[in-house]
């Protein structure tokens, strides 16, 4: 369902909100285009530093997806200052400020409001050469799928707030979550990717089914390929899902041929992420060398997890 208005097309906007992009893309000159981008939530974990530090990352995250650069961000508030005082917001917003500045971008401001329940975000703003704009539309029979970062995050932190998980995957997820894309960005911008995004609340399978149709054509998602967070899968067993990872898969239930796997398989592909890893559809040979690239600098979860297809019945087919 489309909430937005149809708007007048523009030739300056480049990327709308049409194919539902990460972020929209204005050009200004022959050689820059604005990206812009805003995301905010609730606290998923309970050190409020770190909550400041994975906000960002997930908001910065918009700009890698679409080959640029963050330049700016402005910060988002709700907060019951009365209720939690000052120093929780500060050191959320300086978790947010050292992520930032890890980024390169410049904290410029932002707007507080008095909330009953905390809320953080950023809105981000970022720029790309006009020409090198990587869209969430675009992938082509042939090439093959990489994820950048693991899955099950939703699953974990779930896991977090029921007291059942251990203080290692705890650390784990955390991390994860904190973790810029920049690097994959960067090493990314190396090579000619079809087709970019991020992987975030809609899960793996409800972000690939909006490149696949976006694309007009089909993937296959291969489980035993997918980097999925040590436990995940055993939580979910144990019915730690949250809400949003149920949802997904109802969703898109219809868009997907999930062959023999079980439902708990079939949640984690789905599960809800926060800060997740770039799902880039890239020809087979540069696919190869780019995860060789994300390999020798340390991100080793870095996988080729699935394949691009002609458009059948389904846009996913989830294999073993």
Sequence with gaps: MRLLPKQDAVPELLVGHETSDDAGVYQLTDSIALI????????????????????????????????????????????PIKKLGAEVLSDILRGAADKVKEAGALTVGGHSIDDKEPKFGLSVTGIVHPDKIWKNVGAKPGDVLVLTKPIGVGIITTGIKRSVVTPEQEQIVTETMAELNKTAAEVLMNYHPHAVTDVTGFGLLGHSSEMARG??????????????LEGALEL?????????????HTWILDDVDYEELSIEEQLVLCDAITSG????????DEAIKYVDALHSVGKYHASIVGRVTEKKDKLIYAKR
Aim: aromatic share 12%.
């Design 36 to 79: 812009q981008t805003v995301d905010f939530f609730t606290p998923i974990v309970d050190d409020p530093y770190m909550f400041g530090q994975i906000t960002a990352a997930n908001s910065l995250s918009d700009v890698y997806a679409m080959g640029g650069e963050p330049k700016t961000v402005l910060n988002i508030v709700a907060y």
């Design 215 to 228: 694309s007009a054509v089909s993937f296959e998602i291969f489980y035993s390929k997918v980097p999925i």
């Design 236 to 248: 979910a067993r144990d019915g730690v899902v949250p809400g949003g990872s149920k949802s997904n």
């Design 277 to 284: 890893g770039l799902l880039v559809s890239i020809s087979e």
